[in-house]
């Protein structure tokens, strides 16, 4: 649905991550236009699973996206037995917000600089 709605990039949400991490990538991998980004969701080795940004460019202006998801709900899932797998870890969405956005900022204006430049 997401793809034919014309979705540039999700983050993903707790119903997604219910069936485990496989399934979500198999979800996700469906719709190859469709870039997934997260800045805090990782697998059990603390690595984080999709990329933290994107930067993506329409009609001639370019933006970031990034997303966090949070904990709440999955671990009230985990306790509820309706998770299916414990498959992610969550790194503190402000943090992951706080460090990452000056960077995204940085990259997408950098861009629009150089084309100007150009």
Do not use: C, H, W
């Not at 998770?83 to 204006?109: C, N, S, V």
């Amino acid at each position: 649905m997401m793809g034919r709605l014309g979705y540039d990039a999700v983050t993903p949400g707790d119903l997604e991550m219910v069936r485990g991490l496989d399934s979500m990538k198999e979800l996700y991998g469906r719709n190859p236009g469709v870039q997934v980004v997260s800045a805090n969701v990782m697998d059990k080795s603390g690595n984080l699973i999709f990329p933290k940004y994107t930067i993506i460019e329409r009609e001639g202006v370019r933006y970031g996206v990034t997303g966090v998801t949070g904990e709440a709900y999955y671990t009230f899932n985990m306790t509820r037995g309706r998770q299916k797998k414990d498959d992610f870890t969550f790194g503190d969405g402000k943090e992951a917000l706080r460090a990452l956005i000056p960077e995204l900022r940085q990259k997408a204006l950098r861009t629009v600089v150089e084309k100007s430049q150009n």
